[in-house]
C-alpha cells in the first residue's frame, strides 16, 4: 500500500477548456495533466492569454472543464453543479486575488469571519476563529478597519486571513503582489514561504519569474499547454 | 440558520449605508400603504357612523321617494343602481291626505323636502339647509323645542309663514334676544319665528343644528314646487314594518305607476348606503394600491442598481462559498427588507392618519386591513425582488471578480 501522503490532493487528468465563439471553438487548454501533493509550493507561470487563469479557475473550482477530470482528494469535481462547486470551494479552497477582493464598508473582521458564514460555523466560535487568524498575520490592531483604512499590504494580509480561515487543502494565490510595491510583495510572498514550511500546500499564478523562483516547483504554460 | 441572520444583519447594513436611496425607494410602499389604510379606515368608519345614525331613526320609518329604486337589501345583483331611476316628483297634496287618511298601521306622515335658503334678521344673514317638514317632526325625531313651540297641523294645512330655528341658527341670528316672534326674512318671504329646537349635535362634519324647520307645505309654495319631494313616515310601534309598507305602496298604487316611487325602510337605507361605501372604498383603495406597484417597481430598479454595483462582491463572495441559492436569499432580503420596513412605515402613518380623522368620523383601523397592508408590502417585496436576486444569483463568478 502506498502511503497517504503520497496521494495527491489534487490530481488534473487530460483537462481541457473550450470556448465557442460564434461558429468558432477556442481551445484555451489542452489536455493539462498536473498532479498536486500536500505540502507543495507551485507556481504556475505563463504570458497573458496563456490559459493560466483559466487553469486557475479550474483548479479553484470556480470553473469547469469541458474535458476531462478534475479529482478533488478522490472525487471528481468536473462535473459538479454551481452550488456543489460553492461547498467545495468553501472548504477546499482559500483564494488571494491580485485586487485583494474585500468587502468594502466592512471590517476586516467580518471579511475574514465571510467564508465561515457561509460554512455555518455559529457566530461565538467564527469570531474567535477569524480573530485569531488576524492576529496570527500580525493585524490585531486593524481588526475593526474598514478596507479604506487599511494600507495594501494590510488589505492583502487580511485576504491572506481570509483563505486561510477555512482551513483549506490548496492556497490559491493569483498574482498576489501585481497591486503592491516591490518591498510589500516580498513580504506576502515571505508568508506563502512560511505557510508553506507550516505545511500549507500553496499555488501561486504569476507572470514574474523572481517571484516564481520562490516555488518548489514551477509549471510554465503557453498556448494552453505545459512546457 | 446562521447563513439567514447574517445576511438579514448584512442587509441592514447595506440599507443603512444607502439611507437616502432606501428611504425613497421605500417611499413609493410607504405612500401606497399609508393611504389604503387610511381609505379603508375612513370607509368602514363611515358606514358604521352612516348606518348608526340611520338606525337611531328608528326602525318605525318609511321613506317613500320618487323612482324605482328596487332596493334589494343583502345587494342582489338585478338591483338596478340606486338612484339611477331619479326621478320626476309625481307626489301631491291629494297623495299625502289619502295616506293621512286611509292609512291603518301609520301614526305619522310628513312630507319631507330640503332646500338652501338664506335667512335674515336684523343686518345678519346666514345660508344653510331649509328643511320642509310635517308637525310630527319633534315626536318623530325624539327633539322638542326647548324654545317656543313647533308648528301645528292647522298651521301646515294653512302654509302659513311660520318657522323653527335649529339652536346653531338661533344663537348666529340672535345672539342676545330670543327670536320666538320675531319677523325674519326667508326667500323673500317675511317669516315668524315660533320657536327654537333643542341641540341635537352634529352629523360626521355636518351641524344638525344648523338647520331651519318650515311647514313641507310652506317649503312647496316658498320654492316654487308644486310637488311633494318625498315622505316620511312613521308606522305604529306594534305594527310589522313590512306591514305598513305594503299598505303605503297599496295606497300609492291607487294612482301611481309601480316604477314612480319607491317605499324604503331603514334596514333597506342601510344596506344600500353599506353597499355603496364598499364598493367605493374598495375602489378607492384599489387605485391607492397602484402606487404600491409603482413603489415595487422602484424598488425592482434600486435592486438592479445594487447588483451591478456589486458586482464585485457578488463574486468574491461565490469564491468563498457562496452558493447561488444564499446570494437570491440575501438580495430577496433586501428587497423585503426595503418594502416591509416601508410597509411598517405606511402602516403607522395610515394609522396616525385615520386616527387623526376621528374628529369627523369615528374610523377605526381594523386588524384586517393592517395585515392585508404588511402581507402586500412582503408579497411586493419577494415579486420585485426575485428578478434582480436572480440576476445576482446568476452571476458568472469569474466574470464577476473582474468586473470594474
Known amino acids: ?227 | 440558520m446562521e447563513k439567514l441572520f447574517e445576511t438579514l444583519k448584512l442587509a441592514l447594513i447595506t440599507l443603512r449605508a444607502n439611507k437616502l436611496r432606501s428611504l425613497l425607494t421605500m417611499l413609493g410602499i410607504i405612500i401606497g400603504v399609508s393611504s389604503v389604510i387610511l381609505l379603508i379606515s375612513i370607509g368602514s368608519g363611515l358606514k358604521t357612523y352612516i348606518t348608526g345614525q340611520l338606525q337611531d331613526l328608528g326602525s318605525n320609518s318609511l321613506y317613500v321617494v320618487p323612482g324605482n329604486l328596487e332596493l334589494q337589501p343583502g345587494g342582489g345583483g338585478s338591483g338596478g343602481t340606486p338612484g339611477a331611476g331619479a326621478a320626476i316628483l309625481k307626489f301631491t297634496l291629494a297623495h299625502y291626505r289619502e295616506l293621512t287618511q286611509k292609512g291603518t298601521t301609520l301614526k305619522a306622515i310628513m312630507g319631507y323636502s330640503e332646500h338652501n335658503g338664506t335667512v335674515s334678521y336684523g343686518g345678519r344673514s346666514k345660508t344653510m339647509q331649509v328643511a320642509g317638514v310635517g308637525y310630527q317632526y319633534p315626536e318623530v325625531r325624539n327633539q322638542y323645542p326647548e324654545l317656543g313651540t313647533f308648528f301645528n297641523a292647522s298651521q301646515q294645512e294653512a302654509a302659513k309663514k311660520v318657522i323653527v330655528l335649529g339652536k346653531t341658527v338661533a344663537d348666529d341670528l340672535f345672539p342676545n334676544e330670543n327670536p320666538v316672534g320675531k319677523k325674519i326674512t326667508l326667500s323673500d318671504n317675511k317669516f315668524t319665528v315660533l320657536g327654537v329646537l333643542e341641540e341635537k349635535g352634529a352629523f360626521g362634519a355636518v351641524d344638525m343644528d344648523n338647520q331651519v324647520f318650515i311647514p313641507f307645505t310652506t317649503a312647496m309654495s316658498t320654492f316654487d314646487v308644486e310637488k311633494i319631494m318625498s315622505f316620511w313616515i312613521e308606522a305604529k310601534e306594534n305594527v310589522p314594518i313590512n306591514e305598513a309598507k305594503e299598505e303605503v305602496r297599496q295606497i300609492l298604487l291607487r294612482t301611481l305607476k309601480k316604477d314612480d316611487f319607491s317605499v324604503l325602510d331603514t334596514a333597506s337605507v342601510v344596506s344600500v348606503i353599506s353597499q355603496i361605501l364598499g364598493v367605493l372604498t374598495i375602489a378607492l383603495s384599489g387605485i391607492a394600491a397602484i402606487s404600491l406597484i409603482v413603489g415595487g417597481i422602484g424598488i425592482m430598479n434600486i435592486m438592479l442598481v445594487s447588483v451591478t454595483e456589486r458586482t464585485r462582491e457578488i463574486g468574491l463572495r461565490k469564491a468563498v462559498g457562496a452558493t447561488p441559492k444564499i446570494i437570491m436569499i440575501q438580495f430577496l432580503i433586501e428587497s423585503m427588507v426595503i418594502s416591509v420596513a416601508g410597509g411598517i412605515i405606511g402602516i403607522i402613518l395610515g394609522a396616525t392618519g385615520a386616527l387623526a380623522m376621528r374628529v369627523f368620523i369615528p374610523t377605526g383601523v381594523s386588524w384586517w386591513s393592517v395585515l392585508l397592508a404588511f402581507s402586500v408590502s412582503v408579497i411586493i417585496g419577494v415579486v420585485f425582488g426575485v428578478l434582480p436576486a436572480a440576476r445576482a444569483a446568476r452571476l458568472n463568478p469569474i466574470q464577476a471578480l473582474r468586473y470594474e
Open chain 1, 1 to 227: 500500500m502506498r502511503k497517504v501522503s503520497k496521494m495527491p490532493i489534487l490530481k488534473l487528468q487530460n483537462v481541457g477548456k473550450t470556448y465557442q465563439i460564434d461558429s468558432q471553438k477556442l481551445s484555451v487548454l489542452k489536455g493539462i495533466n498536473l498532479q498536486v501533493y500536500k505540502g507543495d509550493f507551485l507556481a504556475i507561470m505563463g504570458p497573458s492569454g496563456s490559459g493560466k487563469s483559466t487553469l486557475m479557475n479550474i483548479i479553484g473550482c470556480l470553473d469547469t472543464p469541458t474535458s476531462g477530470k478534475v479529482i478533488f482528494e478522490n472525487r471528481d469535481v468536473s462535473q459538479l453543479s454551481e452550488g456543489e462547486l460553492a461547498q467545495i470551494r468553501n472548504r477546499k479552497v482559500g483564494f488571494v486575488f491580485q485586487t485583494f477582493n474585500l468587502i468594502p464598508r466592512t471590517t476586516a473582521l467580518a471579511n475574514v469571519e465571510l467564508p465561515l458564514i457561509y460554512k455555518d460555523i455559529p457566530d461565538k466560535e467564527r469570531r474567535v476563529l477569524a480573530k485569531k487568524t488576524l492576529e496570527q498575520f500580525g493585524l490585531k490592531e486593524r481588526i475593526c478597519h474598514f478596507p479604506n483604512q487599511l494600507s495594501g499590504g494590510e488589505q492583502q494580509r487580511v485576504a491572506i486571513a481570509r483563505a486561510l480561515v477555512t482551513q483549506p487543502l490548496i492556497l490559491l494565490a493569483d498574482e498576489p503582489t501585481g497591486n503592491l510595491d516591490s518591498k510589500t510583495g516580498r513580504e506576502i510572498i515571505k508568508i506563502f514561504e512560511d505557510l508553506n514550511k507550516a505545511g500549507n500546500t500553496v499555488i501561486l499564478v504569476t507572470h514574474d519569474a523572481d517571484i516564481a523562483a520562490h516555488a518548489q516547483k514551477i509549471i510554465k504554460i503557453h498556448d494552453g499547454e505545459i512546457i
